[in-house]
């Protein structure tokens, strides 16, 4: 299974674009790179996916490295509100007939005023 | 639209007592359903999972089981409950492996 590296934490200023990088440099050919956040006490919140070309909509954007060892999600003007935890993740493949998501550490975003 | 909901919200519950965490989807058929745990300040950890009734899959051995009766209803119980269950338990559904996966609000559950 692919596995994801991300750094533990992050600062952006509010109104900045805040990039948060994630490796994954074992990725498959048919993984694809998903992005979750998770806001204090809630459920995660499904943000956006890619497999090779880039990605775009109204929450973020999502670069994916042409070898697609890395990706890196960008919220072009962040807010108080993006203030969470962002999970970087890979598909597991599919041996595990199901194809679920499996879930790191993350990146704690702090976006300050 | 599709909605997931939970309950209870919080729980409380001493060392030995059983448990029971219900989900239900509404709005979807046949979906994959997902039972997650998460400690505090922790990643998730997938617990169960199950592709259609009466079928589960555990990734973990622990003393938590879960059930599926119905299409849309994912049940989570224990006989007897340990301290390290304590934590945030989310369910997820997905509709089928091609798709992203939606969270419910999730139960905070403390043993004492």
């Known amino acids: 299974d692919a596995k994801t590296t991300q750094p533990t934490s992050m600062d952006c200023a509010e109104g900045r674009a805040a990039n948060l990088p994630c490796n994954h440099s074992t990725i498959s050919g048919n993984e694809y790179v998903y992005w979750y956040r998770q806001i204090h006490s809630q459920g995660p919140q499904y943000i956006i996916h890619?497999?090779?070309n880039n990605e775009t909509n109204e929450m973020a954007s999502l670069i994916i490295t042409e070898d697609r060892k890395s990706s890196t999600l960008i919220l072009p003007h962040a807010t108080l509100r993006d203030t969470a935890v962002y999970y970087c993740i890979v598909r597991v493949s599919p041996r595990y007939n199901n194809n679920d998501m499996r879930f790191g550490a993350g990146t704690r975003l702090t976006v300050k005023p | 639209s599709q909605t997931i909901h939970q309950w209870p919200a919080t729980l409380v519950q001493p060392v030995g007592s059983p448990l029971s965490l219900e989900c239900t989807v509404e709005g979807t058929s046949n979906p994959n359903l997902y039972w997650y745990r998460q400690a505090a300040g922790r990643g998730l950890q997938l617990l169960f999972y199950s592709v259609g009734i009466g079928q589960i899959s555990s990734e973990v051995p622990q003393n938590l089981s879960a059930s599926r009766p119905q299409d849309r209803q994912f049940i989570l119980s224990s006989k007897k409950l340990l301290l390290s269950d304590s934590g945030f338990y989310l369910c997820?559904?997905?509709?089928?492996?091609?798709?992203?996966?939606?969270f419910g609000p999730g139960t905070r559950l403390t043993v004492t």
């Open positions: 890619g497999l090779k």
């Open positions: 997820a559904w997905r509709r089928d492996a091609n798709y992203e996966q939606y």
